[in-house]
């Protein structure tokens, strides 16, 4: 028997706004994109006014600049310097309190505020991909991470494909996106068109609870080829590629490639592409007192496998302490080892790390130029 689908449905630029309004009137905290510090950052928005409307993005290797576009297309721009993880993995987190009474007794208090109900608005594929990754590794094992868990229940996300990739975009060859990959799990999916006579939006259920939503907003009916086709032509305009077969082997079978001296001649070891990388999930803790003495805190926050003190051993010393050796871990267990951990890649394609790396390293070029050298030492043409 032929299965019946539900006819497709769009928005005009008022019925996102009606979107954005019907996520705050049920209580969301919504968060997406805007203009802040010559930027496209990820901030709570008041309305849909506050969205990107009429910007988009040049992004090259070490370059990021924003320009004015000729339309208002509120979507037409590729990631900024945040992921999703700002808010899900936050950069810094009280994990408990403690004070002294006059008896000298402590009391330790554990952090259990509730953390916002959140509505993600603008969530890319490859990014919606970035947090199912890191949903494995907080929620997925055996010990779930108490910051984590809390803020990604409930989470509402809006999925926008993209139709404007960027220059250091390569989410097509990981297939990631730019169209939603099947299996995506996701509330509401957009896809922007810019119509001679306004704005597009081309919309669809993924969820229960973004059927239910969907039905307060005003759609009217639409075949949905020309949004289609804008994120089938946006696949064939990436400004990066990758080849993805087999990062494991490869990383795992140059371990002692030039190519590792040749990228440490360059690298900062500022840490810049863990800090914007979407899955990038390390962290430190630190103890803090007040003067008293009587008062303490425990956070938590971001680290990085580049800073010197992160493989640091007592009595040895940091077990990576060259430049050389700091890159080749953070790439090998991105491409590589996490395969052996998580059971996937730890790279979406959204080519952050490329545009903000401040010398312009290309994780792309470093894995080709990887596979020539490899491919050189075993005499293949």
């Not at 490859?126 to 990604?152: E, H, K, N, S, W």
């Not at 680290?303 to 050389?324: E, Q």
């Amino acid at each position: 028997m032929e299965t019946t689908r539900p006819p497709l449905a769009e928005l005009d630029r008022r019925g996102l706004a009606v979107l954005v309004e019907t996520l705050w009137q049920r209580g969301f905290t919504v968060i997406g994109p805007t203009v802040r510090d010559g930027a496209i950052v990820l901030a709570e928005l008041a309305s849909a006014d506050d969205l990107p409307h009429g910007w988009g993005v040049e992004t090259e290797a070490g370059r990021y600049r924003l320009h004015r576009r000729d339309d208002r297309a509120a979507f037409a721009h590729s990631a900024g310097p945040q992921s999703w993880k700002t808010f899900l993995h936050p950069p810094r987190a009280r994990l408990w309190q403690a004070d002294r009474a006059e008896d000298g007794t402590v009391v330790v208090r554990e952090e259990d505020d509730p953390p916002p109900r959140y509505a993600f608005l603008g969530v890319r594929p490859c990014d919606l991909r970035a947090i199912a990754v890191q949903d494995r590794v907080l929620t997925g094992g055996a010990f779930a991470d108490p910051v984590y868990g809390p803020r990604r229940t409930g989470v509402f996300i809006v999925v926008v494909e993209c139709t404007e990739p960027g220059g250091v975009c390569f989410c097509a060859s990981m297939g990631t996106g730019p169209g939603l990959p099947d299996g995506s799990a996701y509330d509401l999916a957009l896809t922007e068109t810019v119509e001679s006579d306004g704005l597009r939006y081309l919309i669809r259920a993924g969820s229960p609870d973004g059927e239910d939503l969907l039905a307060e907003l005003p759609t009217r009916p639409t075949d949905g080829e020309r949004a289609r086709t804008a994120v089938a032509d946006a696949a064939g305009r990436m400004g990066r590629e990758m080849d993805a077969t087999d990062l494991r082997s490869l990383m795992a079978g140059t371990m002692t490639a030039e190519r590792w001296d040749q990228v440490a001649d360059r690298c900062l070891t500022c840490g810049n592409c863990t800090m914007v990388c979407p899955t990038c999930f390390c962290t430190t803790t630190e103890e803090t007192t007040d003067l008293t003495g009587d008062h303490a805190e425990r956070w938590r926050r971001w680290d990085s496998c580049f800073d010197l003190d992160f493989s640091y051993l007592h009595g040895t010393g940091p077990v990576r302490s060259s430049a050389r050796s700091r890159y080749r871990q953070w790439l090998t267990h991105k491409l590589g080892t996490w395969y052996d951990q998580f059971g996937s890649s730890g790279c979406v394609g959204c080519g952050r790390c490329i545009a903000w790396c401040p010398v312009g390293i290309d994780i792309t070029e470093e894995v080709a130029a990887l596979r020539t050298e490899a491919a050189t030492a075993e005499g293949t043409p």
